[in-house]
Each structure stands twice: as C-alpha cells, then as structure tokens.
C-alpha cells in the first residue's frame, strides 16, 4: 500500500483501539514525514466520515479551530500544522476535553520543534523503553533483553516473544518481573493471560495455576487481557491482589493503577466484568464494574464512575491523555517514563490541564507544551525538572 493508505490504515486500527504502540510510533512518523501535498484528502468531511462517527459538525468545528487558536495563539502559516493534525486526533476526545477545559494542548511531531524551548532541548531526557527485570524463585535475578518486547512462560520455559529462551522450569514456582522507571514490559502468562506493565511496576505470578483460582499480586501500573481458562469445564477465577483491594475476574480486558504515590487505587474496565473488593473485607459487598466504569479505593471506601476508556488505556497504547489534570498529576507521570526527579518552586498554580502526547517524544516535546498553557515553566538539570510558576 501507498503512504496514505498506509496512514489511514493504522489511524483507523489507533481508532479501534487495536494499534500497537510501533504503529501509533509509526503513525506519528508517517505524518510527520509527509509534505502537505500527500496529506490533501485525509481532512475532508467524506474522509472523515470513513474513520471516525464522532467527526465534528461544521459548527463544532470552527468552535474547535477557535478554541485552538486561542490556547496556541496559533495564525496564519502555522495553522496548516493543525489542519495536518486534526484527522489524527480523535475528535470525540479531542472536543470533550477542548470544551470543557480551559488549558489545553495537541500537537504532533511536527509542530512540537517551533514551540520546544532552546533551554530544555539543550539538556533534554530520553522517554523509556522495553526493559525489565525477573527475579526467579531462589532470588535469581535476570535483566531482560530491550530488544524484546515481552516474556511468555510456558509449562516449562521462560522464553521472549520470539522463541528465544530464557530459563527452564522444573517445577511449579513463583516469579516476578519488574520495570524500573522508564521501562515497560508485556508478559504472557501460562494460562494465556496477557499483561502490559507500565514503568514502575511489578508483577508476581506462579509459573502454573493449578489452584482454584489463578492469583497474581500487581504494584504499580497494569493493563490485563484475561484468559479464559476452563478447568473441568468450570472457568477458573483470576485474581489480581494489590495493597489496598482485590480484583476478581473470568476473563475480561481491564486496567488497574495501583501506584502508592496516587493514594488510591483504580481500576478501569474495557471488556466484560469484575469485582472489586477492599482488602479489608475481601468481597463482601464487592463492587461489580461494567465496562466503561472505574473503581477507585481510598480508605477501606469503593467508588465507581463511568469514564473516558481512552485516558486509562493511553499509556498502553503509546501514549498520554491527560484530561482535566493538574500539573502533579501529570509530573508524577512524566517522572515515572522519563525517570526523573520533579522538584517545585514557588507556588505552582493547581490548573486543569488536558491534551494528549506521545510517549516516544524525548521530554523537553511536553515540558514545551506544558509551558504553553503558561500554567508553568520548567527547567532541566541533567535528571532533575524544576516546575516553576509562569512569569
């Protein structure tokens, strides 16, 4: 296929929520690469109306392009980089965030080299990458490839997504596998369960489920596609146990963001159902979420909420949704992909923030965005950002 078919094959696969993030990453490069003539076509309404129901009326279209000239203060020549963008970021998250927030930014790569400030290029971070330890069970520690993506664990291997092998076992065992900060990693269970980990993050797991339930414990940050296991033709409970609650599934997709620095924890559903229960009083009155819900545990308390899928799965997909986030927020995020320290001086102004970013951008391509909102400012000093007032 030809670039633009290309271009509309993997926006619609992002759309669909079936992109991996080397083809959002690709994505993002192909639109980058592409002059203005090979993007004519891919911004008219027929087009539009191909990839996407929720394209916006004529009139919320121009209430858009003014919303974005007013944040970005953007005219003139420049405006035709949003023109490039707009097919390419989806216009029902694009327009619920953009109306209803005050500070918001989009951009593509693109645009992000006119607005980076000369002063954070200069000492700029790298965004993370596949990398991860797993710790075996006598304390066995092996640092997983970066060329890989992903471990699967068999009846008696550890091997990469390849084939390739990592360690044999002979009997059932307990492992864990650990990203630092700046690091992700997907793990293939033996029951076939599938688990994406975010930066900072841990997963442990037996190399077998021979139970009555398939029990796994998470810290951190981790997106699950639960198998369907069957065991004498009754489906075995998979259980997710994290500090604070227990999440009890058969087989369904779902998210669970369990860092300690939150103070709470929450869990997003995107397929089927679950239960989730304090640890204080495991399912007695457990909250059953339906997909398109989240559950946020706080103080031994349960509270559900129907919410934008897109935000809790963004990271999975390559990368930030921020809607309607204040700057610590956003910073506690940045500090765990970038591996950074986050420091703050003066009184940094608590303002919505919304807007989406890749994840493969180095850190000074948000740090400029950021800025933009003129919320806050920043500086770099080798590991360390400083979020300062804008003055």
């Known amino acids: 296929m030809d670039k633009k078919q290309l271009i509309i094959h993997l926006y619609k696969k992002y759309l669909d929520n079936q992109a991996s993030a080397d083809e959002i990453k690709e994505l993002f490069q192909l639109i980058d690469n592409s002059p203005q003539s090979d993007m004519e076509g891919l911004t008219d309404d027929a087009f539009l109306k191909t990839i996407d129901a929720s394209a916006p009326t004529a009139e919320e279209q ?4 003014r919303i ?29 965030i953009l109306l209803s927030i005050g500070l918001t930014f989009y951009f593509n790569t693109g645009s992000v080299n006119k607005l980076t400030e000369q002063s954070l290029v200069q000492n700029d971070v790298k965004p993370g990458s596949n990398k991860a330890t797993l710790t075996l069970a006598d304390g066995k520690t092996i640092d997983l490839s970066n060329d890989q993506k992903g471990i699967i664990i068999d009846s008696e291997n550890i091997k990469y997504a390849d084939g390739s092998s990592i360690s044999t076992l002979t009997k059932e065992t307990m492992l864990a596998i650990s990203t630092p900060k700046g690091g992700q990693y997907q793990i293939t269970l033996a029951d076939g369960t599938k688990v994406w980990l975010n930066a900072a993050s841990t997963l442990k797991y037996p190399s077998r489920f021979n139970g009555k339930e398939r029990r796994v414990q998470v810290e951190g940050e981790a997106y699950f596609e639960v198998a369907k296991e069957l065991k004498n033709k009754v489906r075995t409970p998979f259980v997710v146990a994290s500090a604070i609650q227990e999440v009890k599934v058969l087989g369904t997709h779902f998210n669970i963001n369990a860092y300690t620095d939150e103070g709470n924890t929450k869990t997003t559903l995107f397929e089927g159902s679950v239960a989730v229960s304090t640890i204080s009083s495991p399912y007695s009155s457990p909250a059953i979420l339906t997909p398109g819900q989240q559950s946020t545990v706080s103080n031994n308390n349960i509270q559900v909420n129907t919410v934008d899928l897109e935000e809790a799965i963004a990271w999975q997909k390559g990368y930030f949704l921020f809607a309607n986030e204040n700057i610590k927020s956003i910073m506690r995020k940045v500090a765990r992909w970038y591996d950074v320290e986050v420091h703050y001086e003066g009184n940094v102004a608590n303002k919505a923030i919304g807007g989406t970013v890749s994840r493969y951008e180095n850190v000074s391509e948000i740090l400029a965005m950021l800025s933009n909102t003129k919320a806050v400012k920043f500086k770099i000093e080798g590991k360390r950002i400083t979020v300062m007032p804008y003055q």
Request: proline share 3%.
């Open 68 to 96: 974005y000239q007013g944040v970005l203060g953007k005219t003139g020549e420049d405006n035709n980089i949003f023109k490039r963008l707009k097919p390419f970021v989806r216009y029902g998250v694009a327009a619920s």
């Open 62 to 65: 121009e209430r858009l392009d």
